[in-house]
């Protein structure tokens, strides 16, 4: 009886060991979906970025005339200074423009232009027929700056700015320095605000159809967030370990296990 039940604890302490390794289905990416990778088919893909209150948008316009180049992009020597100088930073806020409440731009000599719901190529071409009238044979460069994205979670934080149109999840992650080992790949978070409010979005980035799926590319102001795998206390991540592990339970469960019966 008393060899048993010793090794009825000792075999639960070795399941529970066991359930708890760090495995590689756990932690690679890219892994065909199955009974425990979820399949994301035929969900909603990309679509381009529309703007919103609270965008900023840097624009540059191009003319044939030296002085409406002057009026709208400073002159050629102000650039320079701003490049050698370290104050790029500073002029370009010069010709950035806020997306106000209304989802209008100021834009001088032109006045209010709406560009709430626009893509930035349908608010670049609108742009340039608002300047038409009054500064012919110019073309308009906008892009959105100051746009960022940020990452709590799975021992790390961080607030990264978003350095083109889009960026994807794992060019996110890999800003951010990657989930560790200990992180739940299987119930990534990304906080998103959206024109209903903030939606939370759960995923697993271990399925190869991430790629189709909605989650595969971040917006602005997203924020990724990375819980903790359940089992991180017992975790075990090689063979060495994981030996090491089992010797060293069992032992320690046969000691307790004895001092108990020779107490009774």
Request: glycine residues 6%; neutral net charge; aromatic residues 12%.
């Amino acid at each position: 009886m008393r060899k048993l039940n010793t090794c009825s604890i000792l075999l639960f302490l070795l399941v529970i060991i066991l359930s708890s390794c760090i495995t590689s289905k756990k932690i690679n990416y890219l892994q065909k979906p199955d009974f425990m990778i979820p399949s994301y088919k035929d969900t909603t893909s990309y679509e381009d970025y529309r703007l919103r209150p609270g965008d900023r948008l840097y624009v540059k316009v191009y003319s044939t005339d030296d002085r409406t180049n002057m009026l709208f992009n400073g002159s050629q020597q102000t650039s320079q200074m701003a490049l050698s100088g370290g104050g790029e930073s500073s002029i370009m806020d010069l010709y950035t423009y806020l997306v106000l409440n209304d989802g209008n731009i100021v834009f001088p000599m032109i006045g209010k232009v709406k560009m709430q719901d626009l893509t930035l190529r349908e608010a670049t071409l609108k742009l340039e027929k608002e300047i038409e009238p009054y500064y012919k044979f110019s073309t308009v460069e906008m892009k959105i700056v100051a746009r960022y994205f940020s990452v709590i979670g799975g021992g790390k934080a961080g607030y990264f700015p978003i350095p083109r149109e889009k960026i994807n999840i794992f060019q996110a992650l890999a800003m951010s320095g990657d989930i560790d080992i200990y992180g739940d790949r299987s119930k990534v978070r990304i906080i998103r605000e959206t024109d209903t409010g903030t939606q939370i979005k759960v995923f697993d980035i271990r399925s190869v159809d991430i790629l189709h799926s909605e989650f595969f590319y971040i917006e602005p102001n997203d924020v990724i967030y990375i819980q903790s795998v359940d089992e991180q206390f017992y975790s075990v991540s090689n063979l060495t370990g994981l030996f090491s592990t089992v010797l060293t339970t069992i032992s320690f469960g046969t000691i307790i296990f004895n001092s108990l019966f020779n107490l009774k």
